[in-house]
T-cell receptor, first 117, second 110 residues
């Protein structure tokens, strides 16, 4: 299957600082990337969908100004958590859809565990 | 009522057992059904993908979809300790966002 690389795999930051998470499709072009959040023992919650070269579409209840998403190329999307607070601590996972593929043909990164102290 | 219901477990079985994991759903428009495996602190890995009703087999894994009952299953034969993980079902209507179950935690003991 296609490979999606997410970096960093874990990060600890101080409250009030910003953190950037990168999601790269290594061996395919991804017109669409998805960002999820997962709390312990809970399912994946879709935060936003980003399309290359356009603004991200955020799910209801997700703060656009807090979770900045940039999809500058067909192989890279970034999620920046701005002014992070302890309640933002979570597991963030990106997913990339193969160009021209069905929505279902999406591959996941390994996730980033964010801890805000 | 959640769109997709999945028992969180944990489900504990001995090595070699046949494992049955299940999800029910409420949206009759769902056409695509997936099973993902997620190890602790890792991203989900696609295991099986089925379109509409029927069975699909891949090695030790068999996915079943019964659209009339809105019920999907994943069977794992000859379970191994390395199968210990959380199994997530997911589904959608096609070009829509995936809807995930909460995941079932499986523990296979040697």
């Amino acid at each position: 299957g296609a490979v999606v690389s997410q970096h960093p795999s874990w990060v600890i930051c101080k409250s009030g600082t910003s953190v950037k998470i990168e999601c790269r499709s290594l061996d395919f072009q991804a017109t669409t990337m998805f960002w999820y959040r997962q709390f312990p023992k809970q399912s994946l919650m879709l935060m936003a969908t980003s399309n290359e070269g356009s603004k991200a579409t955020y799910e209801q209840g997700v703060e656009k100004d807090k979770f900045l998403i940039n999809h500058a190329s067909l192989t890279l999307s970034t999620l920046t958590v701005t002014s992070a607070h302890p309640e933002d601590s979570s597991f963030y996972i990106c997913s990339a859809r193969v160009q021209g593929g069905l929505y279902t043909e999406a591959f996941f990164g390994q996730g980033t565990r964010l801890t805000v102290v | 009522q959640k769109e997709v219901e999945q028992d969180p477990g944990p489900l504990s079985v001995p090595e070699g057992a046949i494992v049955s994991l299940n999800c029910t759903y409420s949206n009759s428009a769902f056409q695509y059904f997936m099973w993902y495996r997620q190890y602790s602190r890792k991203g989900p890995e696609l295991l099986m993908y089925t379109y509409s009703s029927g069975n699909k087999e891949d090695g030790r894994f068999t996915a079943q979809v019964d659209k009339s009952s809105k019920y999907i299953s994943l069977f794992i034969r000859d379970s191994q300790p390395s199968d210990s993980a959380t199994y997530l079902c997911a589904m959608n209507t096609g070009f829509q966002k995936l809807v995930f179950g909460t995941g079932t935690r499986l523990l296979v003991s040697p």
